[in-house]
């Protein structure tokens, strides 16, 4: 019922900032949660950071203060901006989309850091 579709992964630079995007479509309810997952190659697939429809945002601690969740609801977009990458960080990010107890996924974008 919901399509997410990432964009904006990329080849960075260690220090460097990127900034990725989700494109929700179908059918959207007001009041909703979205947020970025990730996944390195042979791990699991950790939780980034969250984002409510009112704005309220939460991250894990691994991101807090380098990485920034934000939305616009007119568009039905979601964004990470992501400062002072490290090698760590490089993953496939996965944006989610929450409501009355149902997830959707999209596609993911790879995002890779280089030392």
């Known amino acids: 019922q919901v399509l997410l579709v990432e964009s904006g992964g990329a080849l960075v630079q260690a220090g460097g900032s990127l900034r990725v995007s989700c494109a929700a479509s179908?059918?959207?309810?007001?009041?909703?949660?979205m947020g970025w997952y990730r996944q390195a190659p042979g791990k699991q697939r950790d939780w980034v950071g969250s984002?409510?429809?009112?704005?309220?945002?939460n991250y894990a601690d691994s991101v807090k203060g380098r990485f920034t969740i934000s939305r616009d609801n007119a568009q039905n977009m979601m964004f990470l901006q992501m400062n002072s990458l490290k090698p760590e960080d490089t993953a496939v990010y996965y944006c989610?989309?929450?409501?009355?107890?149902?997830?959707?996924w999209g596609q993911g974008t790879q995002v890779t850091v280089s030392s």
């Open positions: 989610t989309y929450s409501m009355d107890n149902r997830s959707y």
């Open positions: 179908g059918s959207i309810s007001s009041i909703n949660v």
């Open positions: 984002i409510t429809n009112s704005g309220r945002t």
